[in-house]
């Protein structure tokens, strides 16, 4: 189905999913969300898959919402747009058991932004860019960026960026930490499979832990971030993982994980 929108490849452990709606950048539209949520769940349900990685095809890597798609344009609430596609769709990323990888190919604008940065780690290419579009068209960010970008970025420079929707290099947001790294164009996918094959050997458990304690932390003070750990150590110190690391590290050979 290479006309699809939603494309499913990768291997038995990196699952590739590329948004394929190349002559609009693509934009979201209800059938790409009905497509996209369930391309994750499947990720997240299948055993064998330890990474993702998501990218765009085409020049763009997404133009945020389709502001063209009559599916949504029949719906005049736009909150409720937000509800049924945007929410449940941060809401995934940000739960995976496994790490998540955002390859930006192009111009990720709006919901599009917001989508990269929910990711576990964002690699963009070069010639990629970052824009908050939503401003310019009298809305305000969305897809997790009220939480992610003064998160990312600190207060002054998410204000800047979500009040002016200017272009954002993907250079400067590497430099700025709003992304894991910038790469040279060509690169980008080698790097990106790279990152999730080394991050698909780790301890998938650990890693999904790591995500949810730090999101977590970020909303307690630091006696009860203590305590977070503490609760997250102990479950994953009674884990075979622990046991593996441990094990394979005493013995110096590659350590082999299996949890998930
Ligand atoms: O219901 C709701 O709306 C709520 C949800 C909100 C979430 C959001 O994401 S709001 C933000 C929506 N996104 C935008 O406002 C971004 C709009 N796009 C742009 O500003 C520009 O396209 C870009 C800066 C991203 C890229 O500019 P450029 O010059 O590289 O490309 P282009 O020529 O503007 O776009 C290429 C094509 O893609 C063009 O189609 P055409 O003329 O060749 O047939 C353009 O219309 C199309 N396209 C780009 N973005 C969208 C889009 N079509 C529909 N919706 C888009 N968002």
């Known amino acids: 189905m290479a006309d699809a929108c939603i494309l499913v490849g990768g291997t ?3 699952r590739l999913i590329t948004l394929n709606r190349p002559a609009a950048l693509n934009s979201f539209t209800a059938e790409m969300h009905s497509l996209l949520l369930p391309a994750l769940n499947a990720a997240a349900d299948d055993a064998a898959v330890r990474a993702v990685v998501i990218t765009g095809a085409g020049r763009g890597f997404c133009a945020g919402q389709d502001l063209n798609d009559p599916a949504m344009a029949d719906n005049a609430d736009v909150g409720g747009v ?3 596609f945007y929410r449940p769709l941060a809401l995934r990323l940000r739960s995976m058991p496994v790490p998540v990888i955002a390859a930006v190919n192009g111009v ?4 599009g932004a917001n989508f990269a940065l ?3 780690m964002v690699v963009a290419a070069r010639g990629a860019s970052f824009i908050q579009a939503f401003s310019k068209i009298g809305l305000v960010p969305d897809c997790g960026g009220t939480w992610l ?3 990312l970025v600190g207060r002054a420079r998410a204000l800047g960026l ?6 954002l290099a993907a250079e400067e947001a590497q430099r700025i930490g709003l992304i894991w790294q910038c ?3 060509a690169v980008l996918m080698d790097s990106a499979m790279a990152l999730a094959n080394r991050m698909a050997a780790m301890p998938s458990k650990a890693i999904a832990e790591t995500r949810r304690v730090l999101d977590a932390a970020l909303a307690m003070d630091f006696g009860d971030a203590l305590a977070l750990e503490a609760g997250a150590q102990r479950e994953l110190g009674a884990a075979p993982d622990f046991a593996e690391g441990v094990a394979a590290f005493l013995a110096k050979r590659p350590a082999v994980f299996k949890d998930r």
């Open 118 to 120: 929910c990711c576990d």
């Open 162 to 167: 979500a009040m002016t929707g200017d272009k």
């Open 82 to 84: 937000i509800e049924r």
């Open 149 to 151: 970008l003064p998160r």
């Open 183 to 185: 790469v040279d164009d």
């Open 108 to 111: 990720a604008a709006g919901a």
């Open 12 to 14: 038995a452990a990196v």
